[in-house]
């Protein structure tokens, strides 16, 4: 396991609009495909807070990359990977 700055962890979350986020391949181990999220003012503070004070065991992000993770893995058996 890599352990990441703060920062470093930041180059991988990615502001796409004014409550969208993504969060790039590599966030965590074997992770193929970008996460996505959807948060509000208080919920943005409360993740990047999260970040800064875990950096790499990160449980809110670190949840949302695994999920694109097993995505990109139903993706590659023809499962789908899509919803809920």
Known sequence: MVVRTY?????????????SYSIGKGFVDNMNVPGHFYVNQDIKS???????????????????????????????????GRGG
């Open 7 to 19: 920062e470093q962890e930041c180059a991988f979350v990615k502001q796409v609009d004014g409550t």
């Open 46 to 80: 409360l993740l990047f807070d999260e970040l800064r004070q875990y950096s790499r065991q990160v449980p809110g992000l670190a949840r949302g990359a695994r999920r694109a993770r097993v995505r990109a893995v139903l993706r590659a058996q023809g499962a789908g």
